[in-house]
């Protein structure tokens, strides 16, 4: 994780147990989330404030995903949310922090 708001500091690195890596996993490869990533737009009003990859065998499906709010984009951001949460507590992906 790259900590927001801290350009120079390493990045920070967790290990995720099996449980809670395969539910995030189910997740972020879900063919829901991957076709829309793959829309140009992704979602009619998305925006470059935010930017989601997922890289999976190689393969990059990327999008900018600021103000898009389609339930697959919504799930990935919970399960990125969660493990934040559960790993870096003292940092966060919402910039800035609320």
């Keep these: 994780m790259d900590a927001w708001g801290e350009p120079t500091a390493p ?37 470059e404030s935010e930017t989601m990859l997922v890289r999976l065998a190689g393969a990059d499906h990327q999008n900018a995903t600021g103000y898009c709010n389609d339930p697959p984009i919504q799930a990935a951001r919970q399960a990125i949310q969660a493990l934040t949460n559960a790993h870096f507590p003292d940092h966060s992906l919402i910039s800035p922090p609320f």
């Excluded at 189910?26 to 925006?47: E, F």
């Design 11 to 47: 990045a920070l690195s967790t290990r995720v147990p099996a449980e809670e890596l395969s539910r995030a996993i189910a997740v972020l490869t879900d063919a829901a989330l991957l076709a829309t990533l793959a829309r140009t737009p992704c979602c009619a009003d998305a925006n």
